[in-house]
């Protein structure tokens, strides 16, 4: 009895040594509370490091108890790639706004936004949020596959389930590999996080923004469009001549005529390159000018 008493005294006795400046700085380091703190360092005999390893190792043991408390607080994290062709934001929940206020979980909805832009495939944030409907049709669809048919029944059963569990991991944020620490996946991030911290921490929901998504792009040969242009323009104007002129608008009949003849596609795709206007405008253009690309 006496060797114990000494024991749990000895931290007792560290912890008298430490100072508040100690813990504030192991504090804003990991997020923890107060007295996890100075625990922490008594532990550990003032040593920083060994008390930030020391308080991850204890919080991570109760991760998963905190699973169950209710998170409502947090911040909304937006990431703007470079180029701005692509955005993201995500909303990250904890229990209290002291701690969403800290840096230590800014720097986490920061790294985590990153996280979803760099992950082109995700989906949703954990695999419990795939469509159950699509699972099992996607299921339907691999137990007929011929490679499965030639297969026993139950053995069959577990490749497909094998299968499907990969296929929804490979869409979920939280089973990715963490941008920043590829040995680790963004689940054993957000718990590492979650002891250092002392609170419940998820991820709600995120939404990616791709420039020019969903949007109908025409693909067509440029060459081709103009000569099609060109050669509506001449059918038009051939039966312009063919009705009766009236006395003052055979002027204004040669001039829409005239450069219907002279331009040609290609100086048509310089224009255009180089201003970035319309194809009719660049043709019309050019028209006005005889073909003089400068005027135009």
Known sequence: EEPKKEEAAKPAAA?????????????????????????????CNGDLEEAIVWLRKKGMASADKKASRIAAEGAIGAYIHAGSRLGVIVEVNCETDFVARGDRFKELVADLAMQVAACPDIEYVSPDDVDPAMVEAERAVQMKMEDMLSKPENIREKIVQGRLDKMVNEKALIKQDFIKDTTKTVEEIIKEATAEIGEKISVRRFVKYNLGEGMEKREEDFAAEVE??????????????????KEEEPKKEEEAAKPTVAISAKQVKEIRDKTGAGMMDCKKALGECNGDLEEA
């Open 15 to 43: 912890a008298g040594g430490i100072s508040a400046k100690q813990v504030k700085e192991i504090r804003d380091k990991t997020g923890a509370g107060m007295m996890d703190c100075k625990k922490a360092l008594g532990e």
């Open 228 to 245: 099609a242009q060109t050669k509506a323009l001449a059918e038009k104007a051939a039966a312009k001549k063919e009705e009766p002129k």
